[in-house]
C-alpha cells in the first residue's frame, strides 16, 4: 500500500492505476484478504484511510459500495479521486451512488484538480457520464487548464470539446503553432468546416490542414503549391491541377530547382525527365540527392546512375540508394558489393553493401551474414538475418555455386554445430 499522502500529492491518474491494481491483487487470490478480515459490508466504526482505500477498489461489490458512503463524508484528500473512479464501475448501483455523492464534491477548484483523470476515467466504455461531466463543468475559467493536459490523448480529446469554446484567433493561433499535429488538425478543421481563415492555414497549418485549405482556394493556389515541401499538400495540388487539364510536370519543368520541385517531378514526371534529375544526383544537399534518387525509382527505374551513391557520405542517400537497386541483378555488381564490406570502408557503406548482397540471393545472404558474425560493426544485423535464413532453410530448393559453397563450409566453424549441421544438410554434396 504507497503512502497515501504522497500519492494524493501526485499525478491523480495514478488513482486509476490504483484501482486496477488493488482489483487485480483481489482476483490474483481471492483467499487473501487486503482488508484485515473485512469482507463483509461492514468496514467497521474507524476503517484506517489505507483500509478505506483499498475497498474502494475491491473486487467484491458489498466492498465498494460500503467505501463509497464512507468516502463521501470524508476530507482525505483521496476521497473525490476514488469516488470519480467509482463512477465508472462496472456495476450500475455503485455508479449511481458515487455519481450522487461526488457531484457537490466538484467545485472549480476540486474539478481543475482532477481534470487529469476524468480525461483516463472517460475511456472507461461505460458510458458517456465523464464527457457530460466535462462538457458541463468546462468554463472559460477552466479551459487554459484544460488545453495544457500532460496526457496526450486526453488533451486532444478536450481540444475537440473544447473548440466551441475557442475564439478564431486562439483557434487560429494553436492550429498553426501548437506541437501536436493531431491538436493542430482538429482546431484547423473547425475553421475550415466555418470556411474562415484557409490563406493562414495554408501557410502554416499542419500538413493534412494544407491540404484541405488547398482545395478551397482555387487553381492558383495549387499551382503555386506544387512544389511544397509536404508531400500531401504537393499531391493535392497535383490532383487539382489535373482536374483542371493541366498537366503538373509540365509546370514542374519551369520551376527553380528545389526539394519539392525535384520530388514533384518525380512523381508526375516521364523517363524523358531522368537526365534532370540524373543531374542532381551530384548536388552538394544531401536531400537533393535523396529525392533525385526517389524521383528516378519512378521515371527511370533503370538508371545506371544511382550505383555511385551506394559510397555518398549520408546514411540517408545511401539507404535511398539501396532501395532504388533492390530487385534489380543487372545494376548491382556483386564482387564490387564484396569490396564495400572492407572494414576501412564507413559503417553506412558496408551496410548499405551487406544490406544488397542479402538481397540478390539467397546463398549470397547466408554467406554475407557468416562473414559478418565477427564483425564488430555488423554483427547484431548479421545475427538476427542468420536467425531468419535459419527458420526459412528447410523451404529452399536451390544449392549454391561450387566455389560459393566452399566459401560457406569455411565460414561454418562461426556457428554452433546444430546450426552448423542443418547448413550442411542443404549444401551440394
Known sequence: MPDLDAFAAGDVRRWAEFDIEVRTAWWANQSWYLFRGHESRDLGRSPSREVLAEAACHGNGRMREAAVERLAVSTDPEAVPLLLVRCVDWVRPIRDISRTLVLP?????????????IGVLRRREVDDWMTTLFRRALTPRL???ALALEDRETRRWVHAEAVGLLSRERLLEIASTHPDFVVRAICGNALLDRGECAEELLAAGAPKIRMRALTLLGLDAAVAHLADRASAVRSMAQALVLKAGGDPAAHYRTLPVSFGMLAGLGETGTAADAPLLERHL?????QIRRVAIRGLRRVAPESAAVWPLLTDPSPAVARQAVEFLRGKPALVDVPALRELLAPERPVRTRRAAAALLRDQDTWLRLHTNLALLSDPDLAAGARHDFRAWLQHSAAIYTTPSPSLAAEIEALLPRVPPKEAREIRFALPR
Open 282 to 286: 551530384t548536388d552538394e544537399r544531401p
Open 143 to 145: 479551459l487554459d487548464d
Open 105 to 117: 464534491k466538484l467545485d472549480e477548484s476540486a474539478f481543475r484538480a482532477m481534470l487529469p483523470l
